[in-house]
Nanobody, 117 residues
Framework: QVQLVESGGGKVQAGESLRLSCVAS????????LGWYRQAPGKQRELVAL???????RYADSLNGRFTISRDINKNTVYLQMNRLKPEDTAVYYC???????????WGQGTQIIVAS
């Protein structure tokens, strides 16, 4: 089992920045991927960004470079730096984790971000 605890959500004005954090604990193998998804009201959950244990990253095309994902391997923590936030970024953001050599994946409880126009 892997537990994920997110922090850093809140309400901001359009154009401002926020940083999310997610700490993973439990059965974490050396090869894994951490990431962020989001779900806006009335929409399906969608990928935001992923980062592997070796630092490879993947981003949603729609972000246009506004978000940056990073991780601290020693702390099993992933970060999402979100700049120039827009009202359409309003959603619940979920941390996600998967060990490469094990089935199943894990989700955090979600953290709400509201971007006011």
């Amino acid at each position: 089992q892997v537990q994920l605890v997110e922090s850093g959500g809140g309400k901001v004005q359009a154009g401002e920045s926020l940083r999310l954090s997610c700490v993973a604990s439990g059965r974490i193998y050396s090869q894994n991927t951490l990431g962020w998804y989001r779900q806006a009201p009335g929409k399906q959950r969608e990928l935001v960004a992923l980062i592997s244990n070796w630092g490879g990253t993947r981003y949603a095309d729609s972000l246009n470079g506004r978000f940056t994902i990073s991780r601290d391997i020693n702390k099993n923590t992933v970060y999402l730096q979100m700049n120039r936030l827009k009202p359409e970024d309003t959603a619940v953001y979920y941390c996600w984790f998967k060990n490469y050599s094990a089935s199943g994946d894990y989700w955090g409880q979600g953290t709400q971000i509201i971007v006011a126009s």
